[in-house]
């Protein structure tokens, strides 16, 4: 089972997990490289919860291999979480207990917490450790389990949409950890549907439908999958646009003008842009969201 | 009070098995001790003289209750169900009220029902109709059972009446701990006490020289007993426990509408802001120890209640129908030590309950989803699972002698030899302790192989209960008798131990165990 190359913090080959007769993962392939920020992308529903709990050996596979940082998640359990910490999409937490003593004994179980940064940690997230886990909201559950695990020493971050109940303020702290994570060369898998904060933190990119990944790579490679959208604002109507390869819904409304184009098209269109006298010139690379969707409103994907 | 009707029919969906198996239990339960007590004692004469023996015995007067006309079948052979059924069914109906109230809210899902077209008040007054509904209808059902029995009808209801009031008081001082308590677990851990209490407070009153003492009018236990079913009907009683709900229901209201959605009566007061909990197992007794210091105060107070009335059980040796009423409790020796074991015999079974209580902590950590963040640390399957069975089988040890120990030194106190009587009785309670671990068992294979099953151990605990009370009254088969743990304990003090009982026991829980714990390893997370 163990395959992985030193490389690769988590490799999963051909996942298959079953829950009773519905299949839920059909046979995913996961790769993340030591020292990436990698973005683990899908709706609601596509087992990217799946996947997580099955590389923390919470679930048992029904098929394919899997590996994490070397080792089967599933027989050597506790070796891997020595070296990872994680942070649940859906934080329960024991009501009786204090947010501080949460952090302690997550941070105790993991061998020691680092006092310094612990308290760090809270400053950065504004949270008051003395409050009864039951009077935390959802946002402040959260932050329990994320000061928890950034506290920890950890090779590898696991964080299930870490960011789903934090305000912006919070969202753009968490940022900053992150970068933090990678600067210091640790490797996080971040699972989210939060396209722009992938966008900004991530190396690279697996999209996640419907129980497979059906696109992974570097923002970079994924954005050739898409087209660039060119608008300009021209003098008189460029001539023959619509013709050439490459160039797709070209559109002239007044003098604005906006096409979309792919590799191909962009020295062409130039071109005629720059004979029709163009005065302005915005070109803007696909955003995630249009990557995303271009994925997801294919026949079969969920919407 | 919008929105009621509907959260009365999605309570009634989800306890449709789990109500109709307790109400048709117990009023199958009431009907077959009538027929079989009318076996044991065939005889007018026979009957009286069982009759005047218990009403003669302080422990028993405390245990069950007076028997109020000793020439009724109907009242002695519900005897052992009057004011024991009642504390019966007043536990069952506490659970089943805060089971859809106050866990509902702080599962958050009464927040989910909260946001629709739902009054604040509903989720209360839907659970109020559904227990006090099936409060009804057990009391129906056991009427109709007991007039099929071939008991006279009026008492045949009045007896329904008294379980039909004990359901409805206890329900509505349920619904007031709900309200004023901001978790499930206190909110039962309030009406359970209450249960306890009431159950209490008529013991000592029972044994009072008035018929009965002022405190058993002031236990809801007692109020049903008092309407005395085929010893006079007083039908009037019930007008105490009508009041009674009539008080306590408009203040679960005005606690509701006072306070948030969430919230209680006390203020939540803050925690430390370093934690000291060092590891899975001291998380597991920071989680614990309320019930176990609970359950070792609370039965450690009933063993020092019941060693002290036991010796004025002896005395009474000439009576034979006595000995014969104790005959069919399984005992054969001298009355004083029969008493004695017979009370730890009962107290095996009711640890029992905590084992199952403080074993269910499994299930209820894994459905809560707190495991999955436990079991992302480097603690493991099997050792998180232990912390938590550790206080299943070590803290049922404790009660169990800890209890032992109290109705010795009680007992010892009484007969003027403490140093004779409290090993004596240590020892013999420490017999019940295998019987516990099978107990503790049964939820850790129930949680390793079948997780959703875990809640049936109780149903189980119950049937073994009933087996073990009732099933030489129904002269049921020894195989059958055999099924119940509690059926291999050794009778002590005045018994003969058999190491091979106590060998078998202690196996099967280690296998019980050890196969839950290879399953738990092997499973998915489930919650």
């Not at chain 2, 029972?206 to 079913?229: H, K, N, T, Y």
């Amino acid at each position: 089972m163990n395959t992985a190359s030193p490389d690769l913090v988590i490799d999963v080959r051909g996942l298959v997990k079953n829950f009773g007769r519905t299949q839920v993962l059909k046979g995913l392939d996961l790769q993340v490289n030591r020292g990436e920020v990698h973005a683990f992308l899908g709706p609601n529903g596509a087992g990217k919860t799946t996947t997580l709990r099955l590389l923390l050996g919470l679930l048992r596979s029904d098929g394919g291999s899997m590996s994490v940082l070397g080792l089967d998640p599933w027989s050597q359990a506790a070796d891997v979480h020595r070296r990872l910490a994680y942070v649940p999409g859906d934080v329960a937490l024991w009501p009786g207990l204090s947010g501080g003593e949460v952090i302690d004994l997550l941070g105790r179980l993991h061998g020691g917490i680092d006092q310094a940064r612990r308290t760090e940690l809270l400053e950065r997230f504004d949270l008051d450790p003395t409050k009864k886990a039951r009077t935390y909201s959802k946002g402040n559950r959260q932050k329990v389990a994320l000061v928890a695990a950034l506290a920890t020493d950890a090779e590898l971050y696991l964080l299930d949409e870490p960011t789903a109940g934090l305000d912006p303020l919070m969202e753009a702290q968490f940022k900053e950890c992150v970068v933090q994570l990678r600067d210091a060369g640790r490797s996080v898998l971040l699972s989210s549907h939060i396209l722009s904060e992938a966008e900004v933190l991530s190396d690279r990119v697996s999209i996640i439908r419907d129980g497979a990944v059906v696109e992974t790579g570097t923002l970079d490679q994924l954005r050739h999958l898409t087209r660039t959208t060119v608008s300009a604002t021209v003098a008189r109507s460029p001539e023959g646009v619509e013709a050439l390869t490459g160039v797709y819904a070209a559109t002239l409304t007044g003098d604005r003008f906006t096409a979309q184009v792919d590799a191909d098209g962009v020295a062409p269109l130039l071109a005629a842009l720059s004979s029709a006298g163009a005065t302005s010139l915005v070109s803007h690379p696909p955003t995630l969201e249009e990557l995303f969707l271009s994925h997801y409103s294919e026949p079969g994907g969920a919407p | 009070m919008t929105g009621t009707w509907p959260l009365v029919r999605l309570a009634l969906r989800r306890d449709r098995i789990l109500l109709p198996a307790w109400i048709i239990g117990l009023s199958l339960m009431v009907a077959s001790s009538v027929t079989a007590t009318r076996d044991l004692y065939p005889t007018r004469e026979s009957l009286t003289s069982a009759a005047e023996t218990i009403n003669a015995t302080a422990a028993l007067v405390a245990l069950y209750g007076k028997v109020y006309d000793p020439t009724s079948l109907g009242a002695i052979s519900l005897i052992k169900l009057t004011a024991f059924g009642a504390a019966i069914v007043g536990i069952i109906f506490v659970f089943i009220v805060i089971r859809h109230t106050r866990a509902e809210e702080e599962s958050g899902r009464l927040e989910l029902i909260g946001a629709g077209a739902v009054g604040r008040a509903a989720p209360l007054t839907a659970s109020l109709i559904v227990s006090m509904g099936a409060s009804v209808v057990l009391g129906v059902l056991t009427a109709l059972g007991l007039g099929a029995a071939g008991l006279a009808w009026g008492g045949a209801f009045a007896f329904g009446l008294s379980w039909a009031l004990a359901g409805i008081v206890f329900s509505a001082i349920a619904a007031v701990a709900a309200q004023a308590m901001t978790s499930a677990r206190a909110a039962i851990g309030v009406g359970v006490a209450a249960v306890g209490a009431a159950y209490a407070l008529r013991a000592v009153g029972d044994l009072g020289d008035a018929d009965p003492g002022l405190l058993s009018w002031l236990s809801p236990v007692g109020w049903s007993q008092q309407i005395r079913p085929f010893a006079g009907d007083r039908w009037w009683i019930a007008a105490v426990p009508i009041v009674a709900t009539a008080v306590l229901v408009p203040i679960a209201y005005s606690l509701r509408a006072r306070r948030d959605l969430g919230s209680g009566l006390v203020p939540e007061r803050g925690g430390p802001a370093l934690g000291t909990i060092g590891g899975v197992m001291g998380l597991a007794w920071r989680l614990q120890r309320g019930l176990f210091i609970a359950w070792a105060l609370g039965s450690a107070l009933m063993g020092m209640v019941l060693g002290s009335v036991a010796h004025t059980i002896a005395g009474l040796l000439n009576s034979p129908e006595m000995a014969k009423f104790f005959e069919a409790l399984g005992g054969s020796q001298g009355l004083t030590t029969m008493f004695l074991a017979a009370e730890i015999g009962i107290l095996g079974s009711l640890v029992g309950a905590y084992a199952i209580a403080a074993a269910s902590r499994l299930r209820s950590e894994e459905t809560a989803g707190h495991v999955e963040l436990l079991l992302s640390t480097p603690a493991t399957r099997v050792r998180w699972a232990t912390s938590h069975l550790a206080f299943a089988c070590v803290g049922s040890a404790i009660i169990i002698v800890i209890t032992g120990s109290a109705i010795g030194l009680a007992h010892g106190l009484a007969i003027g030899d403490v140093g004779g009587q409290v090993p004596r009785l240590f020892a013999a309670s420490a017999g019940q302790v295998p019987a516990a671990l099978v107990i503790a068992g049964i939820v850790m294979l129930l949680f390793g192989v079948a997780p959703r099953m875990v809640v049936g151990a109780w149903g189980l605990l119950v049937a073994f209960i009933v087996l073990g009370e009732f099933g030489s009254l129904w002269q049921l088969p020894q195989w059958a008798l055999d099924v119940s743990p509690f059926a291999h304990s050794p009778r002590l003090p005045g018994g003969e131990v058999d190491p091979g009982q106590l060998a078998l026991l202690t196996g099967v829980a280690a296998v019980l165990i050890a196969v839950g714990l290879v399953a738990w390893r092997r499973r998915d997370l489930r919650p």
